[in-house]
């Protein structure tokens, strides 16, 4: 049985802009961690409240709504902190998940390789270590729910010490993961390559599907692909190019989950391209391009070589949003020989 998730968000004067976008990712998250969304609550602030988030009226309005709606669940767009959350469950009596720990448990039910799952579970006890420690036995009412699953789960009542004993194991067996990959990655430049990058669903797994003629998982919701997966493509008579695809970006990924991921996205610093998916059928897509950018700045990757690519266009207008991006479908294969001549073109130089 899927839990009934009543939403909440805090429209502050910098939210505002995107809310609307940022809530639909929100519940299309929720969705992918198997929770129903029930109802939305919007409460517009000029600052979040310290002590609640959302002001004690507010937070009682909120515990009427989810018993009046049977809800099982509440979920926060905005970040919470250990007090915030501590003082809002004194008074809605249900497990409260924010935005992080939400993207965490997503995180943590898509990963299938063993590296995966030791990044999910370094993220997880990361972000407990910061944010949880502390609260102390009001833990206990998370346990067993969104947030909170994945692999390697620890109890949330384990001690700083405990914590700390893992994350450092877990940061040894990464590093070994490092240094297998730096030593796959020096026995295999037969070809170029060229990796995949881009906002989460924008299509980054179909068009890998669509340019190496094979099979790479697909799925139609946030992060279905955390493992990275290379494939060999055909551009032109005598080349070829590795294409491998990455995890999704979103906006505000959370700093646990990048610092954890940073051995994954280590395929991005030798790629000899960097292929930026857009979801032309997206109206928000330059703000998916920009937090995009973002991360790609945060890892020092601001000057990799670097080619737009806007997907779905069979499901868009037909002329690209930016003139010197390229225009294609995975789906119907509209544009990939545009896109293989020109791959061939940038990695000639």
Same mark, same amino acid.
């Given at each position: 049985?899927?839990?009934?998730?009543?939403?909440?968000?805090?429209?502050?004067?910098?939210?505002?802009?995107?809310?609307?976008?940022?809530?639909?990712?929100?519940?299309?998250?929720?969705?992918?961690?198997?929770?129903?969304?029930?109802?939305?609550?919007?409460?517009?602030?000029?600052?979040?409240?310290?002590?609640?988030? *959302?002001?004690?009226?507010?937070? &009682?309005?909120?515990?009427?709504?989810?018993?009046?709606?049977?809800?099982?669940?509440?979920?926060?767009?905005?970040?919470?902190?250990?007090?915030?959350?501590?003082?809002?469950?004194?008074?809605?009596?249900?497990?409260?998940?924010?935005?992080?720990?939400?993207?965490?448990?997503?995180?943590?039910?898509?990963?299938?390789?063993?590296?995966?799952?030791?990044?999910?579970?370094?993220?997880?006890?990361?972000?407990?270590?910061?944010?949880?420690?502390?609260?102390?036995?009001?833990?206990?009412?998370?346990?067993?729910?969104?947030?909170?699953?994945?692999?390697?789960?620890?109890?949330?009542?384990?001690?700083?010490?405990?914590? $700390?004993?893992?994350?450092?194991?877990?940061?040894?067996?990464?590093?070994?993961?490092?240094? &297998?990959?730096?030593?796959?990655?020096?026995?295999?430049?037969?070809?170029?390559?060229?990796?995949? *990058?881009?906002?989460?669903?924008?299509?980054?797994?179909?068009?890998?599907?669509?340019?190496?003629?094979?099979?790479?998982?697909?799925?139609?919701?946030?992060?279905?692909?955390?493992?990275?997966?290379?494939?060999?493509?055909?551009?032109?008579? $005598?080349?070829?190019?590795?294409?491998?695809?990455?995890?999704?970006?979103?906006?505000?990924?959370?700093?646990?989950?990048?610092?954890?991921?940073?051995?994954?996205?280590?395929?991005?610093?030798?790629?000899?391209?960097?292929?930026?998916?857009?979801?032309?059928?997206?109206?928000?897509?330059?703000?998916?391009?920009?937090?995009?950018?973002?991360?790609?700045?945060?890892?020092?990757?601001? $000057?990799?070589?670097?080619?737009? *690519?806007?997907?779905?266009?069979?499901?868009?207008?037909?002329?690209?949003?930016?003139?010197?991006?390229?225009?294609?479908?995975?789906?119907?294969?509209?544009?990939?020989?545009?896109?293989?001549?020109?791959?061939?073109?940038?990695?000639?130089?």
């Amino acid at each position: 049985m899927s839990d009934r998730a009543l939403v909440v968000a805090v429209e502050t004067p910098e939210l505002a802009p995107s809310l609307e976008a940022e809530l639909g990712e929100f519940e299309a998250l929720a969705g992918a961690a198997g929770a129903t969304i029930v109802d939305r609550i919007v409460q517009r602030r000029d600052r979040v409240d310290p002590a609640t988030l *959302v002001g004690s009226g507010k937070a &009682q309005e909120i515990a009427q709504r989810a018993s009046d709606l049977q809800a099982t669940l509440v979920l926060v767009l905005n970040d919470l902190r250990p007090r915030q959350r501590k003082n809002l469950e004194k008074v809605v009596p249900l497990p409260i998940v924010d935005r992080t720990m939400l993207i965490l448990d997503v995180f943590a039910r898509h990963a299938r390789s063993r590296e995966g799952k030791l990044q999910v579970e370094l993220a997880q006890l990361r972000f407990r270590q910061s944010n949880l420690i502390g609260v102390g036995a009001d833990l206990s009412r998370l346990g067993g729910g969104i947030g909170t699953r994945g692999p390697g789960e620890t109890k949330l009542e384990v001690d700083r010490r405990r914590i $700390g004993e893992r994350i450092a194991s877990l940061n040894r067996l990464l590093a070994d993961v490092r240094r &297998q990959r730096a030593l796959r990655r020096s026995g295999s430049r037969r070809d170029p390559l060229v990796a995949l *990058v881009g906002y989460t669903n924008v299509g980054k797994s179909s068009l890998l599907n669509a340019l190496a003629r094979t099979d790479a998982y697909v799925a139609d919701r946030p992060f279905a692909t955390l493992d990275p997966t290379v494939r060999r493509a055909y551009l032109e008579p $005598g080349r070829y190019a590795r294409i491998a695809d990455t995890v999704g970006f979103i906006t505000n990924l959370p700093q646990d989950l990048v610092n954890a991921f940073r051995a994954t996205l280590e395929e991005l610093r030798d790629a000899d391209l960097l292929l930026h998916v857009l979801d032309a059928n997206n109206p928000q897509w330059a703000r998916q391009r920009d937090a995009v950018d973002a991360i790609l700045h945060e890892l020092e990757l601001d $000057g990799a070589p670097r080619l737009l *690519v806007f997907n779905k266009c069979d499901l868009a207008s037909p002329d690209p949003p930016e003139a010197d991006a390229l225009y294609v479908s995975a789906t119907t294969g509209a544009g990939l020989d545009a896109l293989r001549a020109r791959l061939s073109e940038c990695l000639s130089r």
